[in-house]
């Protein structure tokens, strides 16, 4: 039976590209959902697998190669969205940010 867990990774995960490895890692261990940037340094994962494939994979993102970039990694379980396979996306928080941002420097121009 599947599960879905949601996965918060906090530290200096944003500047090693985690979503990279992170999305690798989920592809070697039979996970699917997805991997995304949080909106302060964090990296945000909905990952849905057998508990034990879920447990190999928490238990490698913690301990693998790029585990000394962590501060600490809170796990939380959800609701099964049956994902069909993993994938990187870009950000957390909606882009409406930086569209505002570009909309007021375009209407300065004016």
């Known amino acids: ?7 918060t990774v ?11 490895y992170s999305h690798l890692s989920a592809h070697k ?9 949080g909106s302060d340094t964090s990296v945000y994962i909905e990952a ?29 379980e959800g609701e099964l ?6 994938k990187r996306t870009k950000d957390r928080e909606p882009k409406k940010k930086k569209y505002e941002f570009f909309r007021k420097i375009l209407s300065k121009k004016k």
Request: glycine share 8%; net charge negative.
């Open 10 to 20: 906090n530290g200096k995960v944003k500047e090693i590209d985690f979503l990279y």
């Open 81 to 86: 969205k049956n994902f069909g396979y993993f």
């Open 29 to 37: 261990y039979n996970i699917t959902g997805f991997v995304q940037n």
């Open 48 to 76: 849905e697998g057998t508990p034990e494939e879920l447990k190999i994979f928490i238990d490698y993102i913690k301990n693998g190669p790029l585990s000394y970039h962590f501060e600490d990694m809170q796990v939380e």
């Open 1 to 7: 039976m599947k599960e879905h867990l949601n996965i």
